[in-house]
């Protein structure tokens, strides 16, 4: 099969004129720098929060980054095509919501392209988008803005901002003691996962306290 296409290249290049070679050559280098230029994953693996699985990065600039249909997913948001505004993600293009949107959650509203750790070009999100759109919807739903159709984010960021807070001063807690040198891997994405089970149903104690200490 690959010798097919690299027949139908040449065939297609010897039909080409001097200028149309030129030109491919061109188009070609340049696409080739711009894969060499685009950030790589030097770390992969999925964050479970209550009963999502969501892709996740770290690129070798540090940027921590969700891929782009777990930022949907998070957000428990349905996956449109095009934006009502420019340069403005579907999940947060609703007019009632542009007024509370603030320059941190501007900064991190753009796509981000890089190379997966299997050499394919994935898009996603600076991590940090989760916790600046769900309180984009939890400002708008205080000020009595939000819509009926809104309602359902909105509980589901509340969820998230609550979570990803109480986990945030613990991992700040283990940094300044250090801990976290010492604590098992996934040990914070098991305890945001059971903060988020707490959050969306009430915990019921049905083992013995020796069990939990075993």
Not at 44 to 59: F, N, P, S
Request: a positive charge; glycine letters at 6%.
């Amino acid at each position: 099969m690959n010798d097919g296409r690299t027949r139908s290249g040449k065939a297609t290049a010897e039909a080409m004129t001097p200028e149309q070679r030129k030109e491919r050559a061109k188009a070609g280098a340049a696409k080739r720098a711009e894969l060499a230029a685009m950030p790589k994953a030097k770390y992969e693996g999925k964050l479970k929060i209550g009963d999502l699985e969501i892709d996740v990065a770290v690129l070798e600039n540090k940027q921590r980054v969700i891929t782009l249909t777990d930022v949907f997913k998070a957000l428990d948001r349905p996956v449109r095509g095009n934006a009502r505004l420019i340069n403005v993600p579907t999940f947060m293009d609703a007019k009632n919501l542009q007024p509370f949107i603030c320059k941190d959650l501007r900064d991190v509203i753009n796509k981000v392209q890089y190379i997966n750790l299997n050499g394919k070009i994935q898009e996603g999100y600076d991590a940090l988008i989760i916790p600046l759109v769900s309180d984009l919807y939890l400002k708008v739903r205080d000020d009595g803005k939000l819509l009926k159709s809104q309602e359902d984010t909105a509980k589901k960021a509340e969820i998230l901002v609550r979570s990803l807070a109480k986990v945030g001063i613990i991992a700040l807690v283990d940094e300044a003691t250090g801990y976290e040198k010492e604590k098992a891997k996934n040990e914070l994405a098991k305890i945001l996962e059971a903060f988020v089970a707490k959050e969306l149903q009430p915990w019921l104690k049905t083992f013995p306290d020796d069990f939990y200490k075993h």
